[in-house]
């Protein structure tokens, strides 16, 4: 059965922290893991990575995959209170690539 | 607005009750997706179309759910009489199945059974 787990589940840090957001997974026929934001309430998406050891960056994040471990990490340096969200990790499970496994999010709370 | 909406955004019904919710995918996506989401969990699959097909379904999905998409635009998910355990954020996606195929999400519909 896929499955995907994020660690840790929450965590709390102050403006200007760094945070790393861990995902691991299994999934049969990988294909690809996407990153998610959930602030209140649409996942809005951040990261699709395919591809073993290239980083990806956006501004103040950014991902990166480990095919052969089978783990990404998600990083937010100069975190902001505006950074407060759920963030999610899903895998595609098909050839459909919208059919995702999710893991349970990460609750990141800023303060200021 | 080009994103993926859905309606209503909020849905209280009472136990019992038929409900309907109805999802607009982005436009030129032909992929439309039905999650659950539940308070401290991630979305979990219900089901897909891809254009006017439906071609999968979840174990989640009991008798009481069903979706369609009949012209391969919105799509509609109807669950009939309603439990308490239906409760739940229930959000749609869509996505192109070629180039870029990530889901893009909508802001879901909020539903609580009384």
């Known amino acids: 059965e896929d499955k995907v787990v994020q660690s840790p589940l929450s965590l709390v840090v102050h403006e200007g922290d760094t945070v790393t957001l861990n995902c691991s997974y299994e999934v049969t026929n990988f294909r690809s893991l996407l990153w998610y934001k959930q602030e209140k309430k649409a996942p809005t998406f951040l990261f699709m990575l395919t591809s073993s050891g290239i980083e990806k960056k956006s501004g103040r994040l950014s991902s990166i995959l480990d095919k052969k471990e089978l783990f990404s990490i998600l990083n937010i340096t100069a975190t902001q209170t505006g950074d407060s969200a759920v963030y999610l990790c899903?895998?595609?499970?098909?050839?459909?690539?919208?059919?995702?496994?999710f893991g349970a999010g990460t609750q990141v709370v800023v303060t200021p | 607005d080009t994103g993926v909406s859905q309606d209503p955004r909020h849905k209280i019904t009472k136990r019992g009750q038929n409900v309907t919710f109805r999802c607009d995918p982005i436009s030129e996506h032909n992929r439309l997706y039905w999650y659950r989401q539940t308070l401290g969990q991630g979305p979990e699959f219900l089901t897909y179309f891809q254009n006017e097909a439906q071609l999968e379904k979840s174990r989640l999905l009991s008798d009481r759910f069903s979706a369609e998409r009949p012209k391969g635009s919105f799509s509609t998910l109807e669950i009939q009489r309603t439990e308490q355990g239906d409760s739940a954020m229930y959000l749609c996606?869509?996505?192109?199945?070629?180039?870029?195929?990530?889901?893009?999400f909508g802001q879901g519909t909020r539903l609580t059974v009384v």
């Open positions: 899903a895998a595609p499970t098909t050839d459909s690539w919208g059919k995702l496994q």
């Open positions: 996606a869509s996505s192109s199945a070629s180039g870029s195929r990530e889901a893009f």
